[in-house]
């Protein structure tokens, strides 16, 4: 189901600057029982992404109430929200760009995710590396390539999900997820000042693991930091938390990071 400016539909004009630029950001929840989780942190992550790339959204109570109103009568799902900066503008100037576009959608719920809990999954290392820009890292823009090439390359090989590097070589993500690594009870995930989004459940995570016996860090680490770790774990608003059990030919079998965090991650619907 689409819902386009509170209209049920499937198409945009040519002349959107989504299609023609890739000028917009988006999110994408999880739908549990009817209600969207973590509603608030997703507003507030697409507020902070229009002020980022300067998009002049408005109809913020509009949107929430159709992401609601979506949601209900889902038991489980993924609600989509994509904002555009509308039509209009000639080349790349938005001058008088002054209507964006919104678009609400819903789909099943990946049903993988159930089994990659149970059994962990398998990382591999992307050939492609992000491109580090510090005005744009962080926030979930419309321009996705790297992440197409990343899972591109990923399904020509028999793992789960990529373990991506920035173009400096400083692990950074995966193709869709966060990621930690525990070494004893120090937690660390990377900084992601130059590259990378900075995850609704990344997010969630750290805020849990401050409050926690663990000590956790935003650090710039190569691919090898991983080799020396007592477990490893990816995140997204979907998963939540998956673990990682095979990288190369390191394996794990440790979930003491996964297990105090699964619990805090599956069913908060409001925070």
Not at 224 to 229: M, Q, R
Request: charged fraction near 20%; charge should be neutral.
């Amino acid at each position: 189901m689409d819902v386009i400016n509170g209209f049920p539909g499937e198409s945009l004009k040519v002349n959107d600057r989504a299609i023609q630029f890739g000028d917009g950001c988006f999110t994408t929840a999880r739908i549990q029982g009817g209600n969207v989780a973590f509603l608030p942190a997703h507003l507030r992550r697409l507020h902070e992404a229009c002020g980022k790339l300067m998009l002049p959204f408005q109809a913020w109570s509009e949107l929430e109430d159709e992401m609601r109103r979506l949601a209900l009568g889902h038991n489980s799902g993924v609600l989509k929200v994509i904002i555009t900066r509308g039509s209009g503008g000639r080349g790349y100037s938005a001058s008088g760009c002054n209507t964006p576009s919104r678009i609400v959608s819903v789909s099943a719920y990946p049903p993988h995710y159930s089994r990659w809990r149970e059994e962990g999954i398998r990382l591999a290392l992307s050939p492609v590396r992000l491109g580090r820009n510090p005005h744009l890292a962080g926030i979930k823009h419309l321009n996705r390539l790297e992440q197409v090439l990343i899972r591109t390359h990923l399904e020509q090989t028999t793992a789960d999900e990529a373990l991506v590097l920035d173009s400096d070589g400083f692990i950074t993500e995966c193709c869709a997820a966060n990621l930690f690594w525990r070494k004893g009870n120090d937690v660390f995930t990377p900084i992601l000042d130059h590259a990378g989004v900075n995850g609704i459940m990344r997010q969630h995570c750290m805020a849990q693991l401050k409050a926690s016996p663990f000590r956790v860090a935003e650090v710039c680490a190569p691919e090898d930091a991983l080799t020396d770790a007592d477990e490893v774990l990816i995140c997204n608003a979907l998963m939540p938390i998956i673990a990682v059990r095979e990288y190369g030919e390191r394996t794990w079998t440790s979930r003491t990071l996964y297990q105090f965090l699964a619990p805090l991650c599956e069913h908060s619907i409001s925070s």
